[in-house]
């Protein structure tokens, strides 16, 4: 095989990285326009979710939000757009949402004020609102979804250096 023929398929395989980065972050910004109605929902309990990481599960705290709509009730669980676990030496609280509805549990002993953040910030009976997809009500969501925008910023990146690997490959003679 030659260089050239080399460079062309590390090219190929850049470029389908990067249109699958250009896939995703199409498909996560359509996903959140399909959930159109909202309904004010009544959280009604308290739970610890999990979420598997490759290095083993994590837990976190999660309301659940029982909502109505077309005439039936359901539930949900509230859910946050990210989950960062951070190490730090002092924190004010050891748990806090951000602007983007991201939850950030602050690991450390020197923590002053330890909060319960589901219990604190959506006791049970406090209103919380659910997004669903109409004629779907089932489909629905509470708090933010997941977004898929670190996927994006991995691939995109990663494909655009396999990009640039292959065309210089490409050029350089045989």
């Known amino acids: 095989m030659t260089n050239q023929e080399a460079g062309f398929w590390i090219l190929a395989i850049g470029l389908l990285l990067c249109l699958s980065a250009i896939v995703i972050l199409i498909w996560d910004k359509r996903r959140k326009y399909k ?3 909202s309904v004010m929902g009544t959280v009604i309990s308290h739970k610890r979710c999990h ?11 999660c309301a ?21 676990y951070n190490s730090v ?30 219990r604190d910030w959506f006791p049970v009976g406090s209103a919380m609102e659910v997004r669903y997809v109409p004629g779907k009500p089932r489909k ?12 994006v910023l991995i691939l995109g990146p990663i494909g655009a250096g396999i990009c640039l690997l292959g065309a210089l490959l490409m050029l350089v003679p045989a």
Do not use: F
Not at 140 to 151: D, E, K, N, P, T
């Open 140 to 151: 629905a969501y509470c708090g933010a979804l997941r977004s898929m925008r670190l996927v």
């Open 89 to 118: 030496k002092r924190a004010e609280y050891d748990w806090e949402i951000d602007e983007k509805y991201g939850l950030h549990c602050y690991v450390t002993s020197r923590c002053r004020n330890h909060v319960d953040p589901v």
């Open 51 to 61: 979420t598997d990481t490759g290095h083993g599960s994590i837990s976190y705290p």
């Open 64 to 84: 659940v939000v029982e909502y109505e709509a077309d005439g039936r009730k359901y539930q949900c669980i509230q859910r946050y757009s990210m989950i960062y």
């Open 35 to 37: 959930y159109k109605e």
